[in-house]
């Protein structure tokens, strides 16, 4: 079925769940996790209303916490102004856990997300990166027929930004590793492109622009490479090149469609959508062309990839005919099943906490993007809006 497309549209539709083949499914294992968060009562700022919103805003979107009511919770934050500065103290169990101040700025959303960072920084040793509430999540916003822009919002589905303004389809955004900057598809009049575009100040540039597609954009962990699907011979194979080069260096070379490439944490490896063996699956290769190998997984194929940090790689999968999001840890060999409830669950992306994904859900009547917890298999909610959201992608790093 892939083949009767054309190129353009394999590009978009040919790992989308209306082109899917059928295959006998593979059993989900679900792994009842025990693993639950601490629960936190937050009593406010006195006087400061906004900081206090702000601050419960971002304790919530952490996913390191469960804001509580109770005075009696596990943990219990305090916040007071004095000086010049806001002071925040935690105890737990009547115990001081650590305070810190942060000077009054006037920007309430600013000093908050720098707040909790400070507080889940200290408090979770196993959260291993720094400025977690600073980083962004990108996403495809479609606001008429054949028009979708890139969007970019906080962690706590706030701040929502748009980025590119076109009157074309932009699809597929993906982040630099510094977070300055998003790569994406555009599709123009005579083809497909990749496009960079800078954030502060605004500046795009050209990445690909080969004959026939260029998509699926993924920039290596050092930002030096991009991997790229291109069909320069009709093919639509996985391609590597440094960013600003010019010669592609060919990694897969068939008739199959290749798709949604990412990278190791480590630059070594690639992981690919292939659907070579009858259905879409997912493949690892190493940078250079060699060891290409298929990852075990369950539903009946396994699409859009992403790999975190820690060895782990979130992919959505069909079953019983409904997309679900799974996750395939590497070092165990294991996939879970990380969505239990109704919709259509699509396009995973990892945070920076190695721990929560963004995704797109349909309901039958639009999409809005959802963070799933893969810990407690907790949901919320992130951007709802009257139009169809979807393609998010995480920063690993604060875009300020």
């Excluded at 978009?12 to 083949?21: D, E, I, K, R, T």
């Excluded at 690919?272 to 290769?285: A, M, Q, R, Y």
């Excluded at 294991?334 to 995973?348: D, M």
Aim: aromatic letters at 8%; one cysteine or more; glycine letters at 8%.
């Amino acid at each position: 079925m892939y083949k009767t497309l054309s190129l353009a549209a394999a590009a978009l539709f040919a790992f989308a769940p209306a082109a899917m083949l059928t295959a006998a499914p593979e059993p989900i294992v679900v792994t009842k996790t025990v693993r639950t968060n601490p629960t936190l009562y937050f009593q406010g700022v006195p006087s400061d209303g906004e900081l206090t919103r702000q601050m419960r805003s971002f304790l919530g979107a952490c996913g390191w916490f469960d804001l509580s009511g109770d005075p009696k919770a596990e943990y219990v934050l305090s916040g007071r102004r004095e000086s010049g500065r806001a002071v925040f103290t935690l105890t737990t169990g009547g115990a001081p856990a650590g305070s810190w101040g942060i000077p009054l700025t006037g920007n309430s959303r600013r000093m908050a997300q720098q707040m909790v960072d400070a507080i889940i920084q200290n408090t979770f040793k196993e959260l291993k990166v720094k400025g977690f509430c600073s980083t962004k999540i990108a996403f495809c916003a479609e606001t008429a027929s054949g028009v979708k822009n890139i969007y970019a919002c906080d962690i706590d589905g706030g701040n929502v930004e748009q980025i590119t303004n076109y009157n074309a389809l932009c699809v597929e955004p993906c982040w630099f590793p510094d977070g300055k900057a998003i790569g994406y598809s555009k599709y123009n009049r005579t083809g497909i492109d990749v496009i960079e575009t800078r954030l502060n100040p605004k500046r795009s540039r050209v990445l690909t622009a080969f004959r026939g597609i260029n998509t699926g954009a993924a920039i290596s962990p050092d930002g030096r490479n991009l991997a790229v699907i291109l069909s320069p011979d009709h093919k639509v194979d996985l391609y590597v090149m440094p960013i600003g080069g010019r010669t592609p260096r060919r990694l897969t070379n068939s008739i199959a469609v290749e798709a949604s490439p990412c990278w190791s944490p480590d630059g070594r490896e690639i992981a690919f959508v292939s659907d070579e063996t009858g259905v879409p699956k997912i493949n690892i290769i190493s940078a250079d062309g060699r060891n290409r190998r298929v990852l075990k997984s369950v539903g009946s194929d396994a699409v859009t990839p992403d790999w975190s940090g820690d060895g782990k790689i979130v992919y959505a999968t069909r079953v019983e005919g409904v997309y679900t999001i799974a996750v395939y840890d590497l070092k165990t060999g294991e996939n879970t099943r990380i969505t239990q409830e109704p919709g259509v669950w699509e396009s995973p992306a990892w945070a920076a906490d190695n721990r929560q994904v963004v995704c797109k859900r349909s309901d039958g009547r639009r999409s809005a993007l959802y963070v799933i917890d893969s810990w407690t298999g907790k949901t919320r909610l992130l951007v709802s809006t009257p139009y169809n959201l979807s393609m998010p992608a995480w920063s690993r790093a604060g875009s300020r």
